[in-house]
């Protein structure tokens, strides 16, 4: 077993602040635009820029897409009476290459360009994900391993044959297992190179390949299974933990305690090796999984990243759009191809013409293919 990235996976913060009236009028108007083309549009504010989405969602006016980087904005109404009129979400992408400490200036910065005034007493933490990435392709998944307490629930994911179902302690090969609830705590097993295929996410084995390179060790393969699966062991600490238990709130608070939330949780909830001659499940000792995670834990949480430059970030989400878009071309053309009757056997002298039937396409209306042209590369700017 080897440790191929360690560090925070999700941050959600809320601001007690209102965003400046010059803002709300500028994102109200966006936002119209965004429902007339039923899109996300490109917006533009003090040196910042972001996608407005073409509505909000759970009281808040505007929701705007920060990038590549995973970072989601919600913004209120100014409301006198609402003072708690922003939310950011960090995902994973941003935290794992850039660090914490990184991401936390991130926010600031992009604060101030718009506006947003606050002091480090109006910031409140609601939500903090740790996680830690395990090479460990012999390693099997027992959901029965976990010792936790009886009123804990715990949820299993199974795969059989290729198709996965909800499950709850049946034999198989499970693929994940999930343990608490949130907005409390919440532990979770997961195969994370599995994730990674199926969602999409090939900015992972950049992750994992940079951190290996970084200790002199061989890349991953991602095609072989065999020696590449990597396992996910992810703390969850929703709001109802940081702050009902542990008092969090505020940064001084959390960067003084988190680390305690994680080696808490790692106790209450243990994955052992089973003693078939000891009934007494609480005595059996800690796989070595837990034990190595756990020594992990006990460092320092706030600096960890890959130190990925943003614009390998880039290269690699350009280069997933433009594999996920040649497929669809490919299979519109063959799905073309069908519907005008050709057979396999001239199916690649079909596909050789597409090129002059486009061409014809785009030479009948410029000026709609320009702007078509044009759309694309706001939409996508991101990755240039």
């Given at each position: 077993m080897h440790i191929v990235h360690r560090g925070f996976d999700t941050l959600v913060l809320s601001i007690q602040a209102n965003i400046p009236p010059e803002l709300f009028e500028y994102l109200d108007v966006e936002r119209e635009k965004a429902e007339e083309a039923r899109a996300p549009v490109p917006v533009s504010y003090g040196g910042a820029e972001f996608d407005l989405k073409p509505y909000g969602g759970n009281g808040y006016r505007f929701i705007l897409q920060g990038g590549p980087l995973e970072v989601t904005w919600f913004f209120k109404k100014p409301n006198a009476r609402d003072p708690w009129g922003v939310r950011v979400s960090v995902g994973s992408t941003l935290l794992?290459?850039?660090?914490?400490?990184?991401?936390?200036?991130?926010?600031?910065?992009?604060?101030?360009?718009?506006?947003?005034?606050?002091?480090?007493?109006?910031?409140?933490?609601?939500?903090?994900?740790?996680?830690?990435?395990?090479?460990?392709?012999?390693?099997?998944?027992?959901?029965?391993?976990?010792?936790?307490?009886?009123?804990?629930?715990?949820?299993?994911?199974?795969?059989?044959?290729?198709?996965?179902?909800?499950?709850?302690?049946?034999?198989?090969?499970?693929t994940s297992v999930t343990v608490g609830k949130m907005p409390g705590r919440q532990v979770i097993i997961y195969d994370k190179r599995r994730e990674v295929i199926d969602r999409h996410k090939p900015i992972w084995w950049d992750i994992w390949n940079a951190n290996l390179g970084r200790e002199d060790l061989a890349p991953l393969d991602s095609t072989d299974r065999d020696t590449s699966r990597v396992w996910r062991i992810e703390i969850r600490a929703g709001k109802d933990l940081l702050k009902d238990r542990w008092q969090i709130r505020r940064w001084a608070e959390f960067d003084a305690q988190f680390g305690d939330v994680v080696a808490e949780a790692l106790q209450k909830i243990r994955y052992c090796t089973p003693d078939p001659q000891d009934t007494n499940r609480a005595r059996w000792s800690n796989h070595p999984l837990w034990d190595l995670i756990g020594t992990e834990?006990?460092?320092?949480?706030?600096?960890?990243?890959?130190?990925?430059?943003?614009?390998?970030?880039?290269?690699?989400?350009?280069?997933?759009?433009?594999?996920?878009?040649?497929?669809?071309?490919?299979?519109?053309?063959?799905?073309?191809?069908?519907?005008?009757?050709?057979?396999?056997?001239?199916?690649?002298d079909h596909m050789a013409g597409m090129g002059g039937r486009l061409r014809e396409v785009i030479k009948a209306d410029p000026a709609r293919a320009a702007n078509k042209l044009d759309q694309a590369r706001d939409r996508y700017r991101f990755v240039e």
């Open positions: 794992a290459t850039q660090g914490l400490g990184y991401a936390r200036a991130y926010l600031d910065k992009t604060l101030t360009r718009l506006g947003i005034r606050y002091t480090a007493d109006q910031v409140s933490i609601a939500r903090a994900d740790f996680c830690v990435d395990v090479l460990a392709p012999e390693f099997e998944l027992m959901p029965e391993n976990f010792v936790i307490h009886s009123h804990t629930n715990r949820a299993d994911h199974l795969t059989v044959e290729e198709h996965d179902t909800r499950s709850n302690g049946k034999s198989g090969q499970f834990a006990e460092g320092d949480l706030t600096e960890m990243r890959s130190y990925l430059p943003p614009s390998q970030i880039k290269h690699v989400h350009r280069t997933e759009h433009i594999r996920l878009i040649m497929a669809q071309l490919a299979g519109n053309a063959i799905t073309l191809a069908a519907l005008e009757g050709t057979s396999e056997a001239k199916l690649a």
